[in-house]
């Protein structure tokens, strides 16, 4: 856990991150696939930062809409509660679509899922933060997942 700690502090600290960073998060990841919950929570960063040169890193990026893509599951399928909290997941799939539009059009999905399932106070934020840039990458997609239900609960709620 430290580790991921220090990786994350490290990458705040610097503008530019450094390709050690990446290694070790998919070394640690190949070796043991319970750190998983951990690379979401220190992503984020990594992956907004335009420094990061992620279209060149498509392991990388591959790996973590991998893991993604697996929480999202466990949470909306499985019924799953995930150990490490929805936010970081939300945060993430913001990331994905902000940074590559189209192609993680998809996970503006989970959050409405999480926004019709009644987690609104805790995550209301992060789920405005992936619908924003759902609907900047497509917004004829994003609108027509919503319903009157979300549509409702977009109107009476606010960020506070």
Known sequence: M?????ISYFNIQT????DEQFDI???FLSRNSNTAQYVINIVYPLLLNPLSNLMNR?????????????FIHKIMVEKEIVLFGIEPLLRVCGAFIEVFGNEYIEMVKF??????????????????YVIFNAMHANGDFTLSLFD???HDIL??????
Do not use: C, M
Not at 2 to 6: E, G, K, V
Not at 116 to 123: D, L, M, T, V
């Open 155 to 160: 109107i009476n709620h606010s960020v506070l």
């Open 111 to 128: 959050a409405i899922y999480i926004l019709k399932n009644g987690f609104i106070p805790n995550y209301y934020s992060a789920i405005l």
């Open 15 to 18: 503008n530019t991150p450094i």
């Open 58 to 70: 498509l392991a990388f990026v591959q790996t973590i809409s991998s893991i993604v893509s697996t």
């Open 25 to 27: 998060l998919l070394f």
């Open 148 to 150: 009157d239900e979300v």
């Open 2 to 6: 430290s580790l991921f700690n220090f």
